[in-house]
């Protein structure tokens, strides 16, 4: 695998479900991201971990919760979701958070569906 | 804050018609600039960057100027083709004392391009 890889691709979910999207990239990066992807809505920034330390939650809900093991796995666990939750979820990493042109690099993402 | 405003699409072409997406910013400091494209059912990738102003980005045949100026950094092509097709997003990061690490995403522009 090279890159950045998300599993699964497609998700379908029930609001009392507990679900994880897993992400891992293969480009020794040290700073890794989650975004959300909305129809018709600029992507928003969800969480960055730099060097496996959470830097920045943007007041996601707590219904979403991340988690970074090491520099190479992003977890984004799932519980007790609302139908808008529905949006594409993308992962990215780039070399560090703060450095100077910091090119992130994306993955394909995951569909959610909440019903 | 800082903002990125694109112009609203779809844009619809005809192959080898010329594109310009606009792209215009907000920001303190001296942001880096980009532009990033993404292809039905993949995650965003960088297409071009530049860092300071009067930079040229370029690549695949689409180019970006950084303007100062008049805050902006609009994609234009000389010749689209069909494969051009997909959602393209201009973003920015703030530089120097104003560096929050993070990327502000405009958004989006999606073109279509017809044989």
């Known amino acids: 695998e090279t890159g950045v890889t998300q599993t699964p691709r497609h998700l379908v979910m029930g609001m009392t479900n507990k679900k994880s999207l897993k992400c891992e990239q293969h480009?020794?990066?040290?700073?890794m991201y989650w975004y959300k992807q909305s129809a018709k809505k600029p992507l928003e920034l969800m969480f960055v971990?730099?060097?496996?330390?959470?830097?920045e939650n943007n007041s996601v809900p707590s219904r979403f919760s991340p988690e970074c093991p090491n520099s190479s796995h992003l977890f984004l666990h799932l519980h007790t979701l609302q139908p808008e939750d529905s949006a594409l979820y993308l992962c990215?990493?780039?070399?560090?958070?703060?450095?100077?042109?910091?090119?992130?690099?994306f993955g394909p993402g995951t569909r959610l569906t909440v019903l | 804050g800082d903002s990125v405003t694109q112009m609203e699409g779809p844009v619809t072409l005809s192959e080898e018609a010329f594109l310009t997406i606009n792209c215009t910013y907000t920001?303190?400091?001296?942001?880096?600039l980009f532009w990033y494209v993404q292809y039905p059912g993949e995650g965003l990738q960088l297409l071009l960057k530049?860092?300071?102003?009067?930079d040229k980005g370029s690549n695949k045949g689409f180019e970006a100027t950084y303007r100062k100026e008049t805050t902006s950094f609009h994609l234009e092509k000389g010749s689209v083709q069909v494969s051009d097709s997909a959602v393209y997003f201009c973003?920015?990061?703030?530089?120097?004392?104003?560096?929050?690490?993070?990327?502000?995403f405009g958004q989006g522009t999606t073109l279509q391009v017809k044989p």
């Open positions: 530049a860092t300071k102003a009067d």
């Open positions: 990215a990493s780039s070399q560090d958070f703060l450095a100077g042109n910091n090119e992130q690099f």
């Open positions: 971990y730099n060097f496996k330390e959470q830097t």
């Open positions: 973003a920015l990061k703030s530089g120097g004392s104003s560096n929050t690490g993070k990327l502000i």
């Open positions: 480009l020794g990066h040290n700073a």
């Open positions: 920001a303190t400091g001296y942001p880096s």
